[in-house]
Structures are given as C-alpha cells and as structure tokens.
C-alpha cells in the first residue's frame, strides 16, 4: 500500500482541482462576482514580492525542480528505491502545483468576458464590416507609422526594453480614471525579461505570466513593433485577465490609451494585422478582394514592418518546437476552461470590429431630427378633432378686425 500513497495523493489533489474547475463552469457569475477581486489581490502582492529580482522567479524553480528530479533518478538507482513509489510522488507534486494554479489563477478563465466590464455590445458583423475595421486600423497605423522612431534603414527603432516597461503603465492608468474601466485597475509594475529567449523565439511564444509568483515577462527578442502591445497583453493576465481574446484586446486598449506614439502605433498595428488576416482567413472572394484592396493602400513604413514581423517569426520558429508547444498551450487552455484553445488569440478580432462599431461608426450615424407639427395627419390623429382640417388650411387675415 506504502508504494500506492504518492499515486492516491495525486489523484485526491487532481480531484479537488477537477471539482473546482466545474464549480467554476457551473457558477460563473458567482466567480466573477468575487474570485477575480481575490486572485487580483494575491497576485499583486506576489508581484510587489518577486519585483526586486531581475530574473523571473519561476523560471529559477524550474531549473531547481529539474536538478532535484534528476537527483532523485540518480538516488533511486543508487539506493535502489521503487520507481513506482517514486513515479508517484512525483506525479503528487504536479497535481500540487496545478491545484495551487487553479487556486491563484485557473478560474480567471470562468470569470465574466471583458467586454461586459467595459461596457462594449457584443453582435455578429458582416464582412463588410470586418473590412471597414480593417481599413480604420490601417489608416491609424498609416498614420503613426510615418512618425514612430526609425533607424537608418528605416526600421522602427523604439526605447529599450526597460524604458518601454515602465511606461506600459500608464494606459491602463488611463483606461482606469479616465475610461472609468476599473477592471484595469490591478498591478502594473513594469513586466520583466523572458529568460531563455532562444527557446521561446524558436517556439513562437512572445511571453508567458505567471500566476504563482505574479510575474509577468516577455520575450526580448521579439520585434519592437510589438513589445509595447505585448507588455501590456501580459500585463493584463496579471490583473487577472485570463483568455487570450480578452488579454490582446486588453493589449490593444491599453496600448492605445497610452500617450507614447510607440504604444499608440504598436496598438494600431497589431489591431490592422489581426483584423487583415481574419479578411484572408474568411477563404470568400469578398474578404479576399478586400484584404488586397486594404493591404494595397498600407504606406511603405507600415508594409515593411508587416515584413519584417512575419520575418522574425518564420526565421526563428522551430516547427517541431512551435507544434509541442501549441500544443501543450492548447491543451492547457481547453482545460482551464477557454474552449476555443490556443484559436482564442485570433478571436480578439471579434472584439476589435465591435470596437471600431460602437466608438468610431456608431457616433457618426446621425437621424435627421424631424419637427413636430400637431396639424401633420402623419403625426397626429386629427380624426377626432372638430374644424382641424379648416384650421389648418383657413387663411389667416393680416388685421382681422382691427383698425388700421
């Protein structure tokens, strides 16, 4: 029985962690009444902690974890411990950490969307209105692409890493006091470093947030044009913002709202990539027509940057390494609770075109305001009313009965 304990300990941790999650499923506005509020607290708190240190924390215990894992085989081998009773602690100790994951973070992914905290109606677009967001964005990144730093090649040549972390705060201190989104209003000390950028370049991931340690990191190597929106995007895991949609469309906001022109032009930029590429994804002759109509009238310093980005990507990934990684990304997500899985980051789509409708379309729409006539039949019932039609048509003298 002794050798059996490690394995019955893991499987009572995972089956509390599984009653969790469907707790989580079955009462989401309970869990989003209370559970964001909690977990924004705990993991501010490990933020403050873990900020002193330049490196990330977690990627310190990983190291750790895999030098005593190591250790232990060597031992197991020298001292010639069950390998069954040690299979299972080690699998204990996984569903340990899972279950302190779900407890910190994990049921951010039944938590309410963001767009009902921010107050933004959610409707089934046309293709034409996809097309229309996709030309808005373009036109704003048009616009800030011809001002945003650039080197002598012509490439964008943004503030360093650091610089640009501190200034990430600043807006979501805009979304917060003057959007009024208080849902923003969580940690926003700067995000750090990504150790082992290498690894994580070749596998396309451009940064990873932390829950138990309350780190949020990015990956260094990624093109300029995306940092700022990418430090905002973990950012906003970090305030507990779970799905991928909501985090990039916080991203963009956040971004957005920020005074910088490189946060505004990484907003805009990002925004225009992930609206054209649904255009191209849509596989119809419309979308198809509108996606090189738009892409036709990008300026040359936004279509060198679109290059240059779907470059980086191409060059560093590793297809081996990028497949594992979705889909253990994948894998992780469809069982934390987002359905859509590792595709959840293209639908901040969704949001954007909603977005563009409901700020920049909708205030344009204006009703011509039609005057009140009480002698108008199309106004008013004037079946019940004696001599109206005489009223309205007897010609009126200009000094009836007066003396001139």
């Avoid at 929106?229 to 779970?242: D, K």
Wanted: charged share 20%; with cysteine.
């Amino acid at each position: 029985m002794k050798y059996w304990t490690g394995f019955i300990t893991a499987a009572i941790l995972a089956a509390v962690s599984w009653v969790l999650l469907q707790f989580g499923a079955q009462f989401t506005t309970l869990v989003d009444m209370v559970y964001p509020y909690v977990t924004r607290t705990v993991m501010d708190y490990l933020a403050v902690w873990t900020a002193p240190l330049d490196f990330c924390l977690w990627q310190v215990v990983v190291v750790a974890a895999a030098v005593v894992l190591i250790a232990t085989v060597v031992l197991m081998i020298i001292m010639r411990w069950n390998p069954v009773r040690w299979a299972g602690w080690v699998l204990a100790l996984c569903s340990l950490v899972y279950l302190l994951h779900t407890l910190v973070f994990g049921l951010n992914y039944y938590a309410g969307d963001l767009a009902d905290d921010i107050r933004l109606e959610k409707r089934h677009y046309e293709v034409e209105e996809l097309a229309s967001a996709a030309t808005y964005y373009r036109d704003m990144a048009n616009l800030l692409a011809v001002q945003v730093p650039r080197d002598a090649s012509g490439n964008v040549d943004f503030a360093d890493f650091d610089e640009l972390a501190r200034q990430a705060e600043d807006g979501f201190h805009t979304l917060v006091y003057d959007y009024s989104y208080p849902v923003f209003a969580g940690n926003t000390l700067p995000v750090k470093k990504l150790g082992w950028a290498d690894l994580y370049s070749s596998m396309g991931i451009t940064g990873v947030t932390m829950g138990l340690t309350g780190e949020a990191a990015v990956n260094p190597q990624i093109p300029d044009v995306t940092l700022p929106f990418t430090m905002c995007h973990e950012m906003a895991h970090r305030m507990s913002i779970a799905s991928e949609r909501d985090a990039n469309f916080a991203g963009f906001l956040a971004s957005m709202a920020n005074e910088d022109i490189q946060f505004r032009y990484s907003a805009y930029f990002m925004a225009y990539r992930y609206c054209y590429n649904a255009l191209v994804n849509a596989n119809t002759v419309a979308s198809a027509g509108a996606a090189a109509r738009i892409a036709a009238d990008a300026c040359p310093e936004l279509q060198r940057d679109m290059q240059n980005y779907t470059a980086f990507f191409s060059t560093k990934r590793d297809e081996k390494a990028t497949e594992l990684a979705d889909t253990v990304n994948d894998t992780y997500l469809k069982v934390s609770g987002d359905e859509a899985g590792i595709a959840s980051y293209g639908e901040v789509c969704d949001l954007l075109v909603n977005w563009h409708y409901q700020t920049v379309v909708l205030p344009t729409i204006t009703e011509d305001e039609k005057v009140f006539d009480p002698y108008d039949e199309n106004q008013v019932d004037l079946s019940g009313i004696t001599n109206a039609k005489e009223q309205e048509t007897e010609p009126v003298e200009d000094n009836p009965g007066g003396v001139g």
